[in-house]
């Protein structure tokens, strides 16, 4: 039994026409011709594609229409079936599988949350005693000249940390701030705060306050007012 392509050939050469002329007549791309001719339908976009061009064909070529189709549908037709389903599987295949809430999936999300904060936890304490402590110092600036010999020094350091102002262990509120007052000599005074933690990991911080007494001062300016009216 012959096959359809078998069967357009031998007609249109019956005919005497070549491709060419029947890309003429009928206006299908010489393409789809050849591929209809040597049974490959794979260059067609699909069942309804093919069929039509075979239509189009087989009536050009005055062949008996129905004999045809009954002969494609029976060989051909399921070719198409398959590969549409294996494109929608393939399709099917790329789509994300939906996220289904379930008992199981929230107990181990806790779980998981719980951990993750654990071991954040220990990370962050871990890096508080590795790490240099911090030190705030609220007051003196550095380089000030102040008229007092007692000089306040405030500030706060981490919980756990210890306070040494001049090496001088100073006690610090339960927050970690602390006040205390130093006695100043006077010119430039150098002032060592430190922070040191439980690993012995410190942060210092140096303050040079100068000081000069107020009655100095108003004998410089009576000093100078004095040169002042001696040169006029």
């Known amino acids: 039994m012959k096959s359809i392509g078998q069967i357009l050939k031998a007609a249109r050469l ?11 007549f009928i206006k299908v791309h010489p ?4 591929a209809m001719e040597i049974n490959d339908y794979s260059v067609f976009d699909g ?8 239509k189009i064909y087989a009536q050009f070529l005055e062949l008996d229409l129905d004999e045809l189709l009954a002969l494609w549908r029976r060989e051909y037709a399921t070719t198409f079936d398959d590969v549409k389903q294996k494109k929608l599987s ?13 008992p199981s ?8 949350t719980l951990l993750l904060g654990f071991f954040m936890y220990l990370f962050f304490q871990y890096r508080q005693y590795t790490d240099a402590p911090t030190l705030d110092i609220y007051y003196p600036e550095d380089n000030i000249v102040v008229d007092n010999d007692i000089l306040d020094i405030t500030g706060k350091v981490e919980l756990d940390s210890e306070v040494f102002i001049n090496n001088q262990k100073i006690i610090a509120n339960t927050d970690g701030s602390f006040l205390t007052s130093i006695k100043l000599r006077e010119g430039i005074n150098t002032i060592s705060i ?14 040079n306050i100068i000081f000069r007494r107020e009655e100095e001062e108003e004998e410089e300016d009576v000093s100078e007012n004095q040169v002042i009216e001696e040169q006029n």
């Open 105 to 112: 999936t929230l107990i181990i999300t806790f779980v998981g």
């Open 31 to 34: 393409k789809y011709i050849k």
């Open 14 to 24: 019956k005919k005497n026409y070549t491709i060419e002329d029947v890309n003429k």
């Open 194 to 207: 430190k922070s040191v933690n439980k690993l012995n990991k410190e942060t210092e911080e140096i303050r």
């Open 47 to 54: 069942k309804v594609h093919s069929k039509g061009f075979l």
């Open 90 to 102: 393939k399709i099917r295949s790329l789509e994300p599988e939906k996220f289904i809430l379930t």
